[in-house]
């Protein structure tokens, strides 16, 4: 008869392959069972949108044929517990696990397009996901998820009045735009705009989450400022084109958040409309913005490159019809998104694992 001992010995020798530990050790083990012709085992991944999940789950059932015997017949269910790793005071988005600063040097990279599809394809793996439009003067989410003219409800939370999120897609949404006249300009200055961002931390009702998506404006400035100083930033993802002059202002986004005071983690860089594809030549790819340049500028700062983003027209048709490409026709488009996102989680692991607990950035600008 196997035994439970026999079979925890056995995943005492798979290693997870981010976190180079076995699955023992990490407490990856949720449960084991056993019959005369089966064994079960539920390992607990750091989040459901893993890369890897399947070479984790082959990688059990083959320990187990090896240590414990060939004509075992082995079950390996997976499931999913998103970490996190913040410190002190939960007084800010007490139930948000991970806050995604995603940015740009410049505007025009596709930044929002890729906000909007990586916490849809979050969602899509089985995380719960809100999207915050923190581009004040220039939001898109209205527009890209289709709910122009609609106003968020409000509710009493513990004696105070909160904003409650639109939901659309699967996530939790919210951006100025849902809150102000799209037809006017918003004309603020800096501290107004920094106010605003407060609010749509501090009074709204974001519930629990795993992942909090933060499209931020272009550029280096007070919002970016602000959102540090205001809530625990798990990382950054930064998103650039190929061509050089985008690469030059991605440059920046690296450098504001990985050095000097600030000292967010970057969790990589994804190239958006890195190679076109026509549709009648699938397998053809023409470079029209150049050529893998944004994996060369991960290569210069040592981060990883999350993903390649094709110049697809769905895409664009997607965002202005409101219908982004994740819940869209194009299987092109959905996969690169989809890959992006779990290399994205997977890195969020990672950082969650390995780095220091994420805290409130403390500065004197």
């Given at each position: 008869?196997v035994s439970e001992?026999?079979?925890?010995k056995?995943?005492?020798?798979?290693?997870?392959?981010?976190?180079?530990?076995d699955l023992?050790?990490l407490?990856?083990?949720?449960?084991?069972s056993?019959?005369?012709?089966?064994?079960?085992?539920?390992?607990?991944?750091t989040?459901p949108a893993?890369?890897l999940?399947?070479?984790i789950?082959?990688?059990?059932?083959?320990?187990?044929?090896?240590?414990v015997?060939?004509?075992?017949?082995?079950?390996?269910?997976l499931?999913?517990?998103?970490?996190s790793?913040?410190?002190?005071s939960?007084?800010?988005l007490p139930?948000?696990?991970?806050i995604i600063?995603v940015?740009?040097g410049k505007?025009?990279?596709g930044?929002s397009?890729?906000?909007?599809?990586?916490?849809?394809?979050?969602?899509r793996?089985?995380a719960?996901?809100?999207?915050?439009?923190?581009?004040?003067?220039?939001?898109?989410?209205?527009?890209?998820?289709?709910?122009?003219?609609?106003?968020?409800?409000?509710?009493?939370?513990?004696?105070k009045?909160?904003i409650?999120?639109?939901?659309?897609?699967?996530?939790s949404l919210?951006s100025?735009?849902?809150l102000?006249?799209e037809?006017?300009a918003?004309v603020?200055?800096?501290?107004?705009?920094?106010?605003?961002l407060k609010?749509f931390i501090?009074?709204?009702?974001?519930?629990?989450?795993?992942?909090?998506?933060i499209?931020l404006?272009?550029?280096?400035g007070?919002?970016?400022?602000?959102?540090?100083?205001?809530?625990?930033?798990?990382?950054?993802?930064?998103?650039?084109?190929?061509?050089?002059?985008?690469?030059?202002?991605?440059?920046?986004g690296?450098?504001?958040?990985?050095t000097?005071?600030i000292?967010?983690?970057?969790?990589?860089?994804?190239e958006?409309?890195?190679?076109?594809?026509p549709?009648?030549?699938p397998?053809?790819?023409?470079y029209?913005?150049g050529?893998?340049?944004g994996?060369?500028l991960?290569?210069?700062?040592?981060?990883p490159l999350?993903?390649?983003i094709?110049?697809?027209?769905?895409?664009?048709?997607?965002?202005?019809e409101g219908?982004?490409a994740?819940?869209g026709d194009d299987?092109?488009a959905?996969e690169a998104?989809?890959e992006?996102?779990?290399r994205?989680?997977?890195?969020?692991?990672?950082?969650n694992?390995e780095m220091?607990?994420t805290?409130?950035?403390?500065?004197?600008f």
């Amino acid at each position: 008869m196997v035994s439970e001992q026999q079979v925890y010995k056995a995943l005492g020798t798979v290693q997870e392959p981010d976190l180079k530990n076995d699955l023992v050790s990490l407490s990856m083990v949720r449960e084991v069972s056993i019959n005369e012709t089966e064994v079960h085992v539920t390992i607990v991944l750091t989040t459901p949108a893993c890369p890897l999940k399947e070479l984790i789950r082959n990688r059990c059932i083959e320990a187990i044929k090896r240590e414990v015997g060939s004509e075992i017949q082995v079950r390996i269910s997976l499931v999913s517990q998103v970490n996190s790793n913040r410190k002190g005071s939960l007084s800010v988005l007490p139930g948000v696990k991970n806050i995604i600063a995603v940015a740009s040097g410049k505007g025009g990279v596709g930044k929002s397009t890729v906000a909007a599809n990586l916490a849809i394809a979050l969602a899509r793996e089985g995380a719960k996901t809100g999207l915050l439009d923190a581009d004040i003067y220039g939001p898109s989410v209205p527009v890209m998820f289709g709910v122009r003219g609609e106003r968020p409800m409000m509710k009493q939370v513990q004696g105070k009045g909160r904003i409650v999120p639109l939901q659309r897609f699967g996530i939790s949404l919210l951006s100025i735009g849902l809150l102000v006249d799209e037809k006017q300009a918003v004309v603020w200055r800096g501290p107004m705009a920094s106010s605003a961002l407060k609010q749509f931390i501090s009074d709204v009702d974001w519930g629990d989450l795993d992942y909090l998506v933060i499209d931020l404006p272009p550029g280096t400035g007070d919002i970016h400022l602000t959102l540090v100083q205001t809530v625990p930033v798990t990382g950054a993802i930064i998103v650039t084109t190929p061509q050089e002059v985008a690469l030059a202002d991605a440059r920046k986004g690296i450098v504001m958040f990985s050095t000097g005071a600030i000292k967010v983690p970057v969790l990589g860089l994804v190239e958006n409309m890195a190679y076109f594809s026509p549709a009648d030549l699938p397998g053809n790819r023409y470079y029209i913005f150049g050529k893998d340049g944004g994996k060369r500028l991960a290569e210069e700062y040592g981060i990883p490159l999350l993903g390649q983003i094709p110049l697809v027209q769905s895409i664009r048709e997607g965002g202005d019809e409101g219908i982004p490409a994740m819940v869209g026709d194009d299987l092109q488009a959905r996969e690169a998104f989809g890959e992006f996102a779990r290399r994205a989680a997977q890195q969020i692991a990672i950082r969650n694992a390995e780095m220091k607990p994420t805290g409130i950035v403390e500065t004197a600008f």
